[in-house]
């Protein structure tokens, strides 16, 4: 009870330090290992409300992205709490020296839809873990029920990875699939086949959310095929079997007819090479970072296009033999673009395998 009495404290004091008022709005940047739980329980909001402020469609949370706490949380009572596992003294010791929410253990309210293992996935702990720690006799769970959940305790049993990519991106399949829902700034074409790994999905919506931010302007981007539900092979394409590979199309200075439902070829004229560049530097520069984009398939003729237009923006040329093969040829392998048939009406994005992930290929 004192423990509890206690997070109540810093959970107020938290909420007072980053408030200069309490009808001020609130804003929270997310840190690496915030959840949302953590976030709304830190400010005593509502998850719902927190999401709905937000527009926040899954649970996926983007390092550095500004969240709004709903403005009527701070006069509501903080709800029930976290309980730490730390005891009393060095609570009090972390009180002093941040005012960040502990982290420790959380206690999770189960939902309808949600299984042991996708509550393992979001907190990346283990099923066995979770049945161990609050002694269930079997995996079924009930929605309203509560669950101890120890975040990052996985390892001890069977990890569940959130759309885990199985195989190679050519002879392959998706386990657990993640989507990429519909969302603003972007269309999608074929609402069956945006099925993908986690990073795939988080990778691409964090790309288009820097084009929506730098670019006020710029039209819908029309989303092509991740994979199907399951992965495997689908029509049309070799690849785009367990959730590494994504369609992509560009963005133009006018919005041609027909598109985003179909793809249409770029060209000097109506290409809008600012957002299309904007986009594809995002991918470009997610390489050095795990799961991060590993090949980005474009024309050898769009690449030269894509070329003299930031030529005249000035971008170096040391910079361009990074990115793009052109003028070095077709069969040039320094950069990350590589030329591939028909991909004048799109970009073809395949990332890499997420690390500790030894099923991907
Ligand atoms: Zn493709």
Request: hydrophobic share 35%; charged share 25%.
């Amino acid at each position: 009870m004192k423990v509890r009495l206690l997070l109540c404290l810093v959970i107020c004091l938290s909420t007072l330090g980053s408030a200069h008022s309490a009808r001020a709005k609130q804003f929270h940047v997310v840190d690496a290992g915030d959840t949302l739980w953590d976030i709304s329980r830190s400010y005593g909001c509502e998850l719902d409300a927190l999401r709905e402020q937000n527009g926040l469609k899954g649970d996926a949370l983007p390092v550095g992205r500004r969240l709004q706490i709903p403005s009527d949380s701070a006069a509501k009572k903080p709800t029930r709490v976290a309980i730490a596992t730390e005891p009393k003294k060095r609570a009090k010791e972390k009180m002093s020296e941040s005012t960040r929410p502990v982290k420790g253990l959380v206690v999770y309210k189960i939902t309808s839809g949600d299984t042991l293992g996708s509550i393992a996935g979001l907190y990346d702990t283990s099923v066995d873990d979770l049945v161990s720690r609050n002694g269930l006799g079997s995996t079924a769970i009930y929605a309203g029920k509560k669950l101890k959940v120890l975040p990052g305790a996985g390892g001890t049993g069977k990890r569940f990875i959130l759309g885990q990519s199985v195989g190679a991106t050519n002879r392959g399949r998706l386990r657990n699939a993640s989507r990429l829902k519909a969302g603003p700034g972007y269309f999608i074409r074929r609402p069956k086949r945006t099925y993908g790994a986690e990073h795939t999905i988080r990778n691409v919506k964090r790309a288009v959310s820097e084009v929506r931010r730098r670019h006020k302007r710029a039209h819908s981007l029309a989303v092509g095929d991740i994979s199907a539900k399951r992965g495997g092979k689908i029509s049309m394409h070799a690849s785009h079997q367990s959730g590494r590979d994504i369609d992509l199309g560009f963005y133009f200075v006018k919005r041609p007819v027909g598109y985003p439902r179909s793809f249409v070829d770029a060209t000097a004229k109506n290409l809008d090479f600012d957002a299309t560049w904007t986009l594809l530097m995002s991918f470009v520069d997610s390489q050095s970072m795990p799961g991060g984009a590993e090949q980005i398939f474009i024309s050898y003729e769009t690449q030269k296009l894509l070329y003299k237009k930031a030529r005249k923006r000035r971008i170096s040329k040391a910079r361009l033999a990074k990115v793009l093969q052109y003028p070095h040829g077709r069969g040039s392998r320094k950069a990350i673009v590589r030329h591939e048939p028909g991909h004048n009406e799109h970009m073809h994005v395949r990332f890499s395998c997420p690390p500790k992930d030894g099923k991907c290929k």
